[in-house]
């Protein structure tokens, strides 16, 4: 079964610092990628999503993630980071072969942007 | 766009009391899925309706949890004597047919069993 790991579980950065969060997906078939975001107090979002075609996929508030196929990898990164951006990142998957669309989360990385 | 919602925001039990809760997708959609979160976990799925089926269930839900979505709208999570291992953020999300439409997820429900 398809499984998603996050290797940082808490990322303290300062403002201005650039961030990059890890995401490993362990099954080599074709998938879906996703980053969601969870602000303080707020309901899961959409942060950038990556189905095919260009490796490199920018979302909202200047982020950005990597598909490298050959380290089943879909990291998260933004150049400079903003106290605004303190929120917990979850990587997902969900894989073609599923009929459900459902998405398999990786057990999130609480990032802290201090001011 | 009114976005998931979900009733209750909080709900506390006791042990042994059964719990139901709702969620209404965004309007349209008509894959619904319901996912439980504990304290420092991501989002794991328990089961998940295209229209008024429910086509998928997870092997890890106990057979106390049932889940019905009626008309094809509004879904219900019921937790039958609930257990203390049963307190958790229970999610709903929906998603339109369009292959590959993202999950909208609603803001949950906490439910505490004491």
């Known amino acids: 079964a398809q499984s998603v790991s996050q290797h940082n579980h808490h990322v303290i950065l300062s403002e201005a610092a650039s961030l990059e969060l890890g995401c490993n997906y362990s099954?080599?078939?074709?998938?879906?990628l996703f980053w969601y975001v969870q602000y303080p107090g707020q309901h899961l979002q959409l942060l950038l999503k990556y189905f095919s075609g260009d490796p490199l996929v920018k979302g909202i508030k200047g982020f950005e993630a990597e598909f490298i196929k050959s380290k089943f990898s879909f990291n998260l990164r933004k150049p400079s980071v903003q106290w605004s951006d303190t929120a917990e990142y979850f990587c997902a998957v969900n894989d073609w072969m599923d009929s459900s669309y459902k998405l398999i989360f990786g057990s999130g990385t609480r990032l802290l942007v201090r001011p | 766009d009114t976005g998931v919602s979900q009733d209750p925001r909080h709900k506390i039990t006791k042990r042994g009391q059964n719990v139901t809760f709702r969620c209404d997708p965004i309007s349209e959609h008509n894959r619904l899925y319901w996912y439980r979160q504990t304290l420092g976990q991501g989002p794991e799925f328990l089961t998940y309706f295209q229209n008024e089926a429910q086509l998928e269930k997870s092997r890890l839900l106990s057979d106390r949890f049932s889940a019905e979505r009626p008309k094809g709208s509004f879904s219900t999570l019921e937790i039958q004597r609930t257990e203390q291992g049963d307190s958790a953020m229970y999610l709903c999300?929906?998603?339109?047919?369009?292959?590959?439409?993202?999950?909208?997820f609603g803001n949950g429900t906490r439910l505490t069993v004491t």
């Open positions: 099954y080599g078939g074709t998938v879906n």
């Open positions: 999300a929906s998603s339109s047919g369009q292959e590959y439409s993202p999950l909208h």
